[in-house]
């Protein structure tokens, strides 16, 4: 498989204006291959409804905790902010991608911008 594919996929999915926006907000980053990987997820999490918003399966302090997921915080700053301690920071992410169906942190940020951020952008 080539190196170009995730690429090609992710023009696919956005099309060209929406990759390039994704490609420039995603340089803030330190690999241009996560650019690529969120704007392929930003754009899974669009495709869901907007009903999905509104009856989200997480509690206000999960809400509260992914909202910081996407503003790029560590478990230890999350804590540190929501006055926690790591460890139920580290649980309340586990509930979180156990609810969401999802694997990794940058899911649970990419799915909380498209449903929850006003802009459908990260801050």
Same mark, same amino acid.
Not at 26 to 32: A, E, K, T
Not at 81 to 104: M, N, Q, Y
């Given at each position: 498989m080539s190196t170009a594919s995730p690429v090609i996929s992710a023009v696919e999915a956005l099309g060209p204006t929406a990759?390039?926006?994704? $490609?420039?907000e =995603?340089?803030?980053?330190?690999?241009?291959a996560w650019a690529?990987?969120?704007?392929? /997820?930003? !754009?899974?999490?669009? =495709?869901? !409804?907007?009903?999905?918003?509104? !009856? !989200?399966p997480l509690t206000p302090r999960e809400k509260e905790v992914a909202a910081l997921v996407?503003? =790029? /915080?560590?478990?230890?700053? $999350?804590a540190s902010?929501?006055? @926690?301690?790591?460890?139920?920071?580290?649980?309340? $992410?586990?509930? $979180? @991608?156990?609810? @969401? =169906?999802?694997?990794?942190?940058?899911?649970?940020a990419a799915w909380w911008v498209a449903n929850h951020h006003p802009s459908g952008t990260i801050p």
């Open positions: 990759f390039e926006k994704a $490609i420039a =995603g340089s803030q980053y330190d690999s241009p690529v990987e969120f704007a392929l /997820m930003a !754009s899974a999490a669009a =495709g869901q !409804s907007a009903s999905a918003a509104t !009856s !989200s996407a503003e =790029g /915080m560590s478990n230890r700053q $999350i902010a929501l006055d @926690l301690s790591p460890r139920t920071v580290d649980r309340h $992410i586990e509930h $979180i @991608l156990a609810k @969401l =169906g999802f694997r990794s942190r940058a899911r649970v």
